[in-house]
């Protein structure tokens, strides 16, 4: 499978961004799928995660309660709704699979996922 994220952009803080994630070449619907950011000169970090089917949901602290991830199978499709966003949110966004279908728990390794797409750059103005 394949994965793209969209949406990214210059937004000022406190503003909102919804990232897409589409996978081409397979379904995605058995696979969790997380979400992962890069700063510059930064180690990637872990974001947010949904499992297969939606029920279990994770998040990295400094996102909980400003960034919300979903999915629509049918559309092939996972998205992360960003709000309040801070200068400290500006960084690369990627998605990725999870490399075993039909996990129950969302996962929050990077060493768990796979299929790693092509990111969208996200920047916050202060």
């Known amino acids: 499978v394949q994965l793209q994220a969209y949406g990214g952009g210059l937004v000022q803080a406190g503003g909102s961004l919804r990232l897409s994630c589409a996978a081409s070449g397979r379904s995605i619907s058995s696979y969790g799928i997380g979400w992962f950011r890069q700063a510059p000169g930064k180690e990637r970090e872990f974001v947010a995660a949904i499992s297969w089917d939606g029920v279990s949901t994770k998040y990295v602290d400094s996102v909980k309660g400003r960034f919300t991830i979903s999915r629509d199978n049918v559309a092939n499709t996972v998205f992360l709704q960003m709000n309040s966003l801070k200068p400290e949110d500006t960084a690369s966004y990627s998605c990725?699979?999870?490399?075993?279908?039909?996990?129950?728990?969302?996962?929050?390794?990077?060493?768990?996922?796979?299929?790693w797409g092509q990111g969208t750059l996200v920047t916050v103005s202060s």
């Open positions: 990725a699979a999870d490399k075993i279908p039909y996990r129950v728990v969302a996962l929050t390794s990077t060493t768990s996922f796979g299929s």
